[in-house]
């Protein structure tokens, strides 16, 4: 520990031994290093933060999603940092008075490119920052950029809509011209090749027309005979009269109970009801009884003669609707095997009209979907438009706004000079202790028998007089005061940069 004790103070002897060397390399390293700081400009920082609030009153109905807004705020916040966004930052704040020329402008916008930041600090909240040689032309960019943001949103997605219902109405324009023309070469077609046939569409869906409509009327015509077949069966079991008496003669109660229920019975037949159905059944049940009334029930009036049979009218009267309705079906089978023959006719005196005609059925069709499509576009453009522009589909919030730096973000002058002075002084006292060791001198006794391998007998200590003593009071005080300038200076210097960062502020 002695060992230790006694280095340390061997140190320090040879440094205040050459302390005048020390204090004027550390006023040398001091006066360069706040020079070479003095030359560092400041850099003042301004910030802001904008939240970009997405409107999803009218998502998806107009065709605005939140993807498409997000994809707009992101499309924005990198045109912001375009060329012509800068340039319309520099010209709208002071930094127009140090412009002359298209070169200082284009100079402007360079810095400008590196000095601005536009950061996502979480979703659709952003953040500006812009740094600059001045606090004022800072702020003054950063609120330029919060305008172009707002403005760029509202007039992009104008003039975007602007410039697509231009494109549209220019490519509706043509594929109406085109529409009209292919339903002129269409009915031009119809009028020479089509005319006399029958159906509409082309010759292909008319022949498929006229076999659906032949099948549907044969099976009708089916239904229709086998339906007229069961009448006349029925009619040759029905007698036209049933026994009674002429002239005055008439029925009684349970032979009328028995005409009414051979009616129904033979209306329910009519209706095709199976000798099964519950109806049925109930009405033969009803017959054999009314049978038996009849039987026993004797004639009023005189005798002979006969009545007409309720059943056998109603029959016949089925007949003939029957029949009529046979007839109608054979005579629209008729019909349409004459249109199918027309049109096979057609077909093999000409072949190549089927395929004309089914080329310019498609070519109108097809124009005719691309036509009514670029109409839905275009309205659908309209009104996203409108839902952008007059419901404010992305609305911005300035939630910090722009600051005033009162104080420089970078350099920070106050620790650059502090370690300046700290360098300074340190490589002054290097230096004094380098020389010291390049000396062959020995501070202590015990140093030169270390050195020599002699033992030292006794040393001698410096004698001074009362001027020696005089003259290293007055050098100390010289020294002093060096050391105290070297001290003063550095607080000046720190006075001098609190005065500019309030004068700027």
């Given at each position: 520990?002695?060992?230790l ?26 006066v360069?290093?706040w ?6 400009p ?71 490119s590196?000095a601005?930041?536009?950061?996502a ?41 602007s ?13 109406q ?18 005319g ?9 869906d ?12 044969d ?12 009448i ?20 009684g ?14 209306d ?10 519950p ?30 049979n309720?059943?056998y009218?109603?029959l ?47 070519d ?11 109409l ?15 419901t404010?589909?992305?609305k911005?919030s300035?939630?910090d ?19 300046v ?55 100390l ?7 105290a ?6 607080i000046?210097?720190?006075g001098?940069?609190m ?7």
């Amino acid at each position: 520990m002695n060992g230790l004790y006694d280095e340390l103070r061997i140190a320090l002897h040879t440094v205040w031994t050459r302390r005048w060397i020390a204090l004027a390399v550390a006023w040398g390293v001091a006066v360069l290093g706040w020079a070479a700081v003095a030359q560092i400009p400041n850099s003042y920082e301004s910030r802001a933060r904008v939240f970009v609030q997405m409107n999803t009153i009218l998502p998806n109905a107009v065709g605005i999603s939140a993807a498409d807004q997000q994809r707009e705020v992101d499309t924005i916040r990198q045109t912001l940092t375009s060329a012509m966004s800068l340039e319309k930052v520099v010209r709208g704040t002071d930094l127009a008075n140090t412009v002359k020329t298209d070169r200082d402008v284009a100079d402007r916008v360079a810095g400008l490119s590196k000095a601005i930041k536009i950061t996502a600090e979480q979703d659709n909240l952003f953040s500006i920052v812009a740094t600059g040689s001045s606090p004022k032309v800072t702020r003054q960019i950063v609120q330029k950029l919060i305008d172009l943001f707002v403005e760029q949103n509202l007039s992009g997605d104008r003039d975007e809509t602007s410039t697509s219902l231009k494109f549209l109405d220019a490519q509706l324009a043509e594929r109406q011209k085109q529409l009209t023309d292919a339903d002129a070469k269409r009915t031009d077609f119809q009028n020479r090749y089509l005319g006399s046939l029958p159906g509409t569409g082309s010759l292909t869906d008319r022949m498929g027309a006229a076999r659906s409509a032949m099948a549907q009327v044969d099976s009708d015509l089916a239904a229709a005979q086998s339906g007229l077949a069961a009448i006349n069966g029925q009619m040759a079991g029905t007698p036209a009269n049933i026994a009674g008496a002429a002239g005055s003669v008439s029925a009684g109660p349970a032979r009328a109970r028995l005409n009414a229920i051979q009616g129904q019975l033979a209306d329910a037949r009519a209706r095709g009801y199976t000798e099964s159905h519950p109806d049925v059944i109930a009405l033969r049940s009803q017959l054999a009884s009314a049978q038996a009334a009849a039987r026993n029930e004797p004639l009023v009036g005189g005798a002979g003669g006969g009545s007409t049979n309720p059943a056998y009218i109603s029959l016949r009267s089925l007949q003939g609707d029957k029949q009529a309705q046979v007839a109608s079906l054979m005579a629209r089978k008729a019909q349409l095997q004459g249109d199918l023959d027309t049109i096979t006719a057609k077909l093999a005196g000409n072949p190549q009209v089927a395929a004309e005609q089914s080329q310019i059925e498609n070519d109108y069709q097809v124009l005719k979907d691309g036509y009514a499509k670029l109409l839905g576009d275009r309205e659908a453009i309209k009104l996203r438009g409108q839902a952008q522009s007059q419901t404010d589909s992305i609305k911005f919030s300035v939630i910090d706004p722009p600051t005033a730096p009162r104080v420089p973000a970078a350099p920070n002058r106050p620790l650059l000079l502090t370690g300046v002075l700290i360098a300074g002084l340190s490589v002054g006292v290097a230096v004094a202790f380098a020389l010291g060791q390049l000396k062959t001198t020995f501070a202590t006794a015990a140093r030169l028998e270390k050195a020599t391998g002699m033992p030292v007998i006794g040393s001698i200590g410096e004698m001074v007089t009362k001027a020696q003593v005089a003259t290293r009071r007055r050098l100390l005080l010289y020294y002093g005061g060096g050391a105290a300038a070297l001290g003063v200076a550095y607080i000046a210097l720190l006075g001098v940069e609190m005065l500019q960062r309030g004068l700027a502020a």
